[in-house]
């Protein structure tokens, strides 16, 4: 069983996306607005995931009243602060 997901950036990608199919439809970087009228859009017919400019800081804000599934944020990998740990044993 395979999954297909699309990545949109805007509105015309979004009805593209579900007039093609898609089992997931990726909202990369849009504004909560846009987010907001894309799941009207899709409507239930795919999963939803919304990407971009996603943090701890501005989740809530980001996914306010919208009906999102998956949540993801480049900032829990690209943020990271590395911690050097090492243990020397003879």
């Given amino acids: 069983m395979i999954k297909i997901e699309v990545e949109t950036t ?3 990608e979004v009805h593209e996306a579900v007039e093609a199919g898609a089992d997931i439809i990726m909202l990369d970087n849009m504004e909560h607005e846009q987010m907001s009228q894309a799941c009207i859009i899709i409507n239930r017919r795919a999963l939803i995931e919304i990407s971009g ?9 980001r996914v306010k009243e919208l009906p999102v599934d998956i949540i993801s944020s480049g900032a829990l990998t690209h943020s990271v602060k590395v911690f050097d740990i090492s243990f020397l044993l003879d």
């Fill in 53 to 61: 400019n996603i943090s701890d800081d501005n989740i809530k804000e």
């Fill in 10 to 12: 805007d509105l015309k």
